[in-house]
């Protein structure tokens, strides 16, 4: 075999053996935003999970973990090189999951306003239909762990940036406002009509809007340094 043929093969096993080494990203992931180099992803498996996850893909496994642990969440950074790299690759994988009690009493104690957020709905109905702030403590006991979680970043067609959480509340509200408005046909436009509202119980429907948050939000954040991920 000549020289020429021998640095061929050489050149190609290089390549070959760069893109097999390529960082996969978890089926169980969704990427945080839909922008060109986006390189967060979103997950419902814990940090220890995504761990296990890199360890298993030999011989491409971190060389460095470095533990990560913070007020509110916990996990690891992984940092691998170049095989034959004398100094380490830039390259990394940071994993944080939300520790959901800890971040409860950190707003708690810091901004309360904010485990709200989730609740304005079903706090407007406290006091109709004999629902009671009792009735509302319960409810906010249980789903108070919303606030904390991560949502995908939303973009409209007008390119302002919001999260899912604000679109997904904007959408309940949207459709309780609509149903509060009585509209009729005004020659070529469509006028609101002024006359005394009807009280509807919405405590169910803003249930519904709670349990729709909760499929829609995540409880870990993968984050690559940098987007060439597949």
Request: charged fraction near 20%; aromatic fraction near 12%.
């Amino acid at each position: 075999m000549d020289v020429r043929k021998s640095l061929i093969i050489i050149i190609c096993l290089f390549f070959g053996l760069n893109l097999s080494a390529q960082i996969q990203t978890m089926s169980e992931s969704v990427p945080y935003s839909t922008k060109p180099g986006n390189t967060m992803w979103l997950t419902n498996l814990t940090a220890e999970q995504v761990k296990a996850f890199y360890l298993d893909k030999i011989p491409f496994t971190p060389e460095k973990i470095v533990n990560l642990n913070d007020k509110t969440t916990e996990g690891y950074k992984m940092y691998y090189k170049h095989q034959g790299s004398l100094g380490w690759q830039k390259y990394s994988i940071s994993v944080s999951t939300l520790k959901i009690k800890d971040c409860i009493s950190f707003y708690e104690n810091t901004n309360p306003d904010f485990l709200m957020l989730p609740f304005i709905g079903l706090k407007s109905s406290v006091g109709t239909f004999n629902h009671t702030p009792g009735d509302f403590k319960k409810v906010y006991k249980q789903y108070q762990y919303l606030a904390c979680k991560l949502y995908r970043e939303s973009i409209d067609q007008k390119g302002n940036v919001s999260n899912e959480m604000a679109v997904l509340l904007q959408k309940y509200m949207a459709a309780v406002n609509a149903s509060d408005e009585n509209l009729v046909a005004a020659g070529d436009g469509v006028v609101p009509v002024p006359q005394t509202k009807t009280q509807r119980d919405n405590w169910n429907y803003w249930l519904n809007f709670l349990q729709e948050l909760n499929n829609i939000g995540f409880v870990t954040l993968i984050e690559y340094s940098t987007a060439n991920v597949k």
